[in-house]
């Protein structure tokens, strides 16, 4: 399947429908450049998350994507989540069985081929609009391939389908702020060493929190994000 098929329903279906019914601004999509895949690290408060990063990371990349998710929920919940799940060929993870490495080692044998990954570093969803101390497969990604990493920011969908409900509502509110990428090639060798990939998993964390607006604080459990970044 070459780049321009596999587009093509994010640029007739896909990106036009969320921007008429859910995305109000996209920003930073000039912070991606169209030679590396990259390594998204985008906050997680809620199953539109995937539907509002993946048109602007596709577009803004053109290379294939995939994201980690939950087999429950995307393999055998509704079927527009399988669809979604099968059309981006998503990885499965098995939540609370092991580490996820296996599900880690699929998604750097993505990288390998040039794919984009999307992960959430947090690892589920968060209650309200919230961030939760961040879990270092994102740190090991990142020493593993050497690829970059990019923090997104996402505010928006965790009013129009937070935790615990199961259909959306459909407002344009949503924001999508796309940062810089961030190297770590520095700590390259060391993906044994617990202090550096928490370095690199906090440094990822604060960014994500700049770009909503917000300050992270890696000590605390729970920070809560109740303002829009539409200022930020």
């Known amino acids: 399947m070459s780049i321009g098929t596999y587009l093509l329903p994010e640029r007739v279906f896909l990106l036009p429908l969320l921007r008429t019914f859910l995305i109000d601004r996209e920003i930073g999509r000039e912070n991606l450049r169209h030679d590396t895949p990259y390594i998204f690290a985008i906050n997680h408060n809620s ?3 995937e539907f509002v990063v993946m048109p602007p990371i596709v577009l803004g990349t053109r290379r294939k994507t995939h994201f980690f998710a939950d087999r429950k929920h995307w393999f055998e919940g509704k079927i527009y ?3 979604l799940a099968m059309r981006f060929k998503a990885i499965p993870v098995d939540r609370g069985k092991g580490t996820g490495d296996n599900a880690l ?3 750097l044998e993505y990288l390998r081929r040039g794919h984009n990954i999307i992960i959430y570093p947090e690892g589920t969803r968060g209650q309200g609009f919230e961030l939760q101390k961040g879990k270092v497969g994102v740190a090991k990604l990142a020493l593993w391939s050497g690829v970059p990493v990019v923090p997104v920011g ?3 969908t965790h009013l129009l389908m937070p935790k615990g409900k199961h259909s959306p509502s459909f407002r344009k509110i949503v924001t999508v702020k796309v940062g810089k990428p961030l190297s770590f090639r520095e700590f390259m060798g060391r993906t044994d060493d617990l202090q550096v990939l928490r370095t690199i998993t906090d440094r990822v964390m604060v960014e994500i929190a700049r ?3 917000q300050e992270y604080r890696p ?4 920070i809560k994000l109740e303002t829009s970044p539409q200022s930020a």
């Open 47 to 49: 199953h539109l998350d």
């Open 154 to 156: 996402v505010w928006g």
């Open 219 to 222: 000590d605390g459990d729970l």
């Open 211 to 213: 770009l909503l607006g």
């Open 105 to 107: 080692k699929k998604g």
């Open 81 to 83: 989540l399988r669809l």
